[in-house]
């Protein structure tokens, strides 16, 4: 029943006039394995055109969104030329049994976040502005590209789950970790269970409350504590630092609130901590956190500006 109302989704999702997406929502988050089955019959849709001989390809390309985002917009998806959506269902059904062999992307906009469950149990949490490349033939390995997850593994010491990052690799001791990728640095925070940073060369142990920051550059590594219960608290709304810099802070509110934030030289360096709490609307956020944060917060070139405290309005 599961795999039926998963093409059923697929197929109404794809109607340009699908408007029903709180009815999506509950049915997505009603059960894990929904999620599965409609992830793994939405990516096969998403190959159809290849292989159906009278498919044409859409002009304009379906962007990605968020299967759980409940203010997504709908996806205009019309590359099927003649056959219609019956044929598109058949042939739906008899990619069912086919495995998947080649990678694939899932892709966060700013601001958007999405839960991905794989078929171990796994979960990985994607923060907006992400990308984490994924492969049906390996299914414990993920590639973070860019952005932030939260990843909650299953795990096998027969078969350990490995997120690569670059030129990084971090394999899960039995795990709950997040890790982000921006800026040219990476950042992995353990809440529970460890994590071994690079096994085959530095082999770091990261245990439950220890942190890692990685330059790309050179692969130069800092080691901190963390609060377990902050890893990843973006999740619930919060953004929770221990002396973290002010540019860093400034890419993690930009990915929260899907707006532009950069951090001026003067203040770039700056470290702050603490917490300060996400609200959608960026304006009421700065005006609380930006006295906070110890800066100013100004709108330029469609972007907020973060500013020393005495800097003049220009």
Same mark, same amino acid.
């Given at each position: 029943?599961?795999?039926?109302?998963?093409?059923?989704?697929?197929?109404?999702?794809?109607?340009?006039?699908?408007?029903?997406?709180?009815?999506?929502?509950?049915?997505?988050?009603?059960?894990?394995?929904?999620?599965?089955?409609?992830?793994?019959?939405?990516?096969?849709?998403?190959?159809?055109?290849?292989?159906?001989?009278?498919?044409?390809?859409?002009?304009?390309?379906?962007?990605?969104?968020?299967?759980?985002?409940?203010?997504?917009?709908?996806?205009?998806?019309?590359?099927?030329?003649?056959?219609?959506?019956?044929?598109?269902?058949?042939?739906?059904?008899?990619?069912?049994?086919?495995?998947?062999?080649?990678?694939?992307?899932?892709?966060?906009?700013?601001?958007?976040?999405?839960?991905?469950?794989?078929?171990?149990?796994?979960?990985?949490?994607?923060?907006?502005?992400?990308?984490?490349?994924?492969?049906? /033939?390996? $299914?414990?390995?993920?590639? @973070?590209?860019?952005?932030? !997850?939260?990843? &909650? #593994?299953?795990?096998?010491?027969?078969? *350990?789950?490995?997120?690569?990052?670059?030129?990084?690799?971090?394999?899960?001791?039995?795990?709950?970790?997040?890790?982000?990728?921006?800026?040219?640095?990476?950042?992995?925070?353990?809440?529970?269970?460890?994590?071994?940073?690079?096994?085959?060369?530095?082999?770091? /142990?990261? $245990?439950?409350?220890?942190? @890692?920051?990685?330059?790309? !550059?050179?692969? &130069? #590594?800092?080691?901190?504590?963390?609060? *377990?219960?902050?890893?990843?608290?973006?999740?619930?709304?919060?953004?929770?630092?221990?002396?973290?810099?002010?540019?860093?802070?400034?890419?993690?509110?930009?990915?929260?609130?899907?707006?532009?934030?950069?951090?001026?030289?003067?203040?770039?360096?700056?470290?702050?901590?603490?917490?300060?709490?996400?609200?959608?609307?960026?304006?009421?956020?700065?005006?609380?956190?930006?006295?906070?944060?110890?800066?100013?917060?100004?709108?330029?070139?469609?972007?907020?500006?973060?500013?020393?405290?005495?800097?003049?309005?220009?």
């Amino acid at each position: 029943m599961t795999e039926e109302a998963a093409l059923a989704w697929v197929i109404r999702v794809r109607d340009p006039d699908f408007a029903d997406w709180e009815a999506f929502t509950r049915w997505l988050e009603g059960d894990p394995a929904h999620a599965r089955a409609y992830d793994r019959l939405a990516a096969i849709d998403a190959d159809l055109p290849a292989a159906l001989p009278h498919a044409s390809p859409a002009r304009h390309p379906a962007p990605v969104i968020p299967a759980n985002d409940q203010d997504a917009p709908p996806r205009r998806w019309r590359w099927v030329a003649g056959g219609g959506i019956a044929a598109v269902a058949a042939a739906l059904v008899a990619f069912v049994a086919i495995p998947r062999a080649d990678p694939y992307s899932v892709a966060t906009a700013p601001g958007q976040t999405r839960e991905i469950a794989l078929a171990d149990g796994t979960k990985i949490v994607l923060n907006g502005g992400t990308t984490v490349r994924l492969d049906h /033939a390996r $299914p414990r390995l993920a590639a @973070l590209e860019k952005g932030e !997850a939260l990843f &909650t #593994v299953t795990h096998d010491p027969r078969d *350990p789950f490995r997120v690569q990052v670059g030129d990084a690799v971090f394999e899960d001791v039995g795990t709950v970790f997040n890790i982000s990728h921006a800026g040219g640095m990476t950042r992995i925070g353990v809440s529970e269970g460890a994590v071994v940073y690079n096994p085959q060369a530095e082999a770091i /142990a990261l $245990p439950a409350g220890r942190g @890692l920051t990685a330059r790309d !550059a050179d692969g &130069t #590594v800092q080691l901190a504590a963390v609060a *377990p219960d902050a890893v990843g608290s973006w999740r619930t709304g919060r953004l929770t630092y221990n002396n973290a810099p002010m540019d860093e802070i400034a890419a993690d509110i930009a990915r929260s609130l899907g707006v532009p934030v950069r951090a001026a030289p003067g203040v770039a360096t700056m470290h702050f901590t603490g917490t300060i709490l996400i609200d959608r609307d960026a304006g009421h956020f700065f005006a609380r956190a930006a006295p906070l944060l110890g800066v100013s917060a100004r709108r330029r070139d469609g972007a907020w500006m973060l500013e020393p405290q005495d800097a003049a309005p220009r």
